[in-house]
């Protein structure tokens, strides 16, 4: 570093930026204690509401939560499955952590911050118990980060805790599940909660796998080319450097396939994942309780996606529009590949301008109208919501019971939830040609959702031909 790197007025600088952050950070925690402030008095309100609800089934207890969750999600634009938990959490935060919460609407620490001590210390029982833990942990978060914060607070939970790991580890054990979330590019990422044990031990079995692997094709790459005899030279260093990280066998390396032998160039990372997804979608559990109920047992079931994907990308004039269930694309390769093993396909004439469903090529039973629908809706129509169609019941907006017919202009896709939601509470829905709803929620808010938009692709422009460099006259 150079002497101006100390130089009096940088330093001064620097630090107008750092307190101007630091101001930065304490108004936005404030504007995140009111919006959690707000959540809780919401969720307080639903406790209100069930209360009244005393007779009622456990199913019918439930919908002042969803109903409010419904109204501020459509409001905010925001998933209402999201905003449940977000209102309960926020209650949670607010009256289990009293303190916590006026140090974040103060400014002195982070969102993160709050999450994190009320995570860890909402399973202590008793207010003195969970008061001496916030005491604690608090102090310590006032003066460092949220990540160090979380490993302190685990360990004062633990002290305050009456409950012994073996009681702790079998509540969270309930808590088990498994998830997707769409990434970019035609990826998503599988993601699982378990017991630790069971979980490192498949990441264990996946990397000693992908290791067999990579070793047998090092094996075989050696067998077709031995490597020479005698003392190693400066000229056969590369050669040597081959046999580590940047060797074929992970990316980066070179492709020099020797003989018939291919080269098998993923990583370990890679490798793991593929052994990962060929076992869950081609092998049979070996705990199977289903007996009869199934033909053929769990290994007979397989995975049922559903792709809509452009005639012309199929046809390599296009190279873009392949879905997934609506919700992510799907590089047209692997459409191509999936279209030619699927056992059967529908095809879905769309408007040349606006790209809106105009019909499928079948229509003769209700079958057909699902068909249509499947690839007008592609998801649940309430707002916000992302279920995929074909998971989803077929809604009337106009009852059947009252006189609504049976038919695509009053017909579309609501999931459990929101179909449960729409009978349950006084949300009124309306169907305009097209598929176009107009809600009007209980609280007298209207909101309007469109059908999912459909992007058309034209054809890929020819690849201009290549000329000869012209020559580069010397500046000289």
């Given amino acids: 570093m150079t002497s101006n790197a100390h130089d009096p007025a940088d330093a001064a600088k620097t630090a107008r930026f750092a307190l101007r952050a630091k101001e930065i950070a304490a108004v936005k925690a404030r504007i995140l204690a009111e919006e959690t402030a707000l959540h809780a008095e919401a969720y307080a309100f639903t406790v209100e509401q ?84 916030e005491r604690d942990v608090l102090a310590y978060a006032e003066t460092t980060t949220a990540p160090r914060t979380r490993t302190y607070a685990e360990q004062v939970a633990e002290k305050y805790d009456p409950k012994t790991i073996q009681e702790r580890h079998d509540t969270a054990a309930l808590t088990r599940r498994v998830w997707v979330e769409d990434l970019r590019d035609g990826m998503a990422m ?43 030279t400066a000229c056969s260093a590369p050669a040597a450097a081959a046999t580590g990280d940047d060797a074929p066998g992970s990316p980066g390396a070179p492709n020099s396939s020797r ?19 060929d076992m869950l979608l081609t092998a049979a559990p070996t705990i199977d309780p289903t007996g009869a109920t199934v033909e053929g047992g769990l290994g007979a079931i397989r995975a049922q996606v559903q792709l809509t994907v452009p005639a012309s990308t199929l046809a390599g004039t ?22 030619g093993h699927a056992p059967g396909f529908d095809r879905v004439f769309l408007d040349p301008i606006t790209g809106a469903v105009l019909a499928v090529d079948r229509r003769h039973t209700t079958a057909a109208q699902k068909r249509y629908l499947l690839a007008r809706d592609v998801h649940c129509r309430f707002p916000g ?81 290549r000329r000869s460099p012209q020559p580069v006259t010397p500046p000289f």
């Fill in 318 to 339: 296009t190279s873009g529009g392949a879905q997934l269930d609506g919700v992510c694309a799907v590089d047209p390769e692997t459409a191509k590949v999936l279209t």
């Fill in 190 to 232: 599988l993601g699982a909660i378990g017991p630790a044990t069971e979980i490192h031990g498949i990441h264990d079995r996946l990397t000693r796998q992908a290791r067999a692997i990579r070793d047998a094709d090092r094996a075989a790459r050696r067998a077709v080319d031995p490597p020479a005899e005698g003392p190693v």
């Fill in 259 to 277: 003989g018939d032998i291919g080269i098998d160039e993923r990583s370990i990372d890679q490798i793991r994942t593929d052994v990962l997804m």
């Fill in 385 to 465: 919501c992302r279920r995929p169609a074909r998971e989803c019941d077929w809604d009337h907006r106009k009852d059947h019971a009252h006189g609504g017919r049976t038919d695509i202009d009053n017909v579309g896709a609501f999931c459990k939830r929101h179909h449960t939601l729409k009978h349950a509470t006084p949300w009124t829905v309306t169907q305009r040609p097209g598929g176009t709803l107009h809600f009007i929620a209980p609280s007298g808010l209207r909101h309007v959702e469109k059908p999912p938009p459909r992007v058309m692709f034209s054809p890929d422009p020819p690849h201009p031909p």
């Fill in 50 to 133: 069930t209360e009244r609800l005393r007779d009622a089934s456990t199913k019918e207890r439930e919908i002042p939560l969803r109903a409010m969750a419904a109204e501020i999600g459509a409001a905010t634009r925001e998933s209402d499955r999201t905003l449940q938990t977000r209102l309960f959490e926020a209650h949670r935060a607010v009256t289990l952590f009293p303190t916590t919460f006026d140090a974040l609407r103060e400014g002195r620490i982070s969102p993160r911050h709050l999450a994190v001590i009320v995570d860890k210390g909402a399973g202590l029982e008793g207010p003195q118990a969970r008061a001496a833990y």
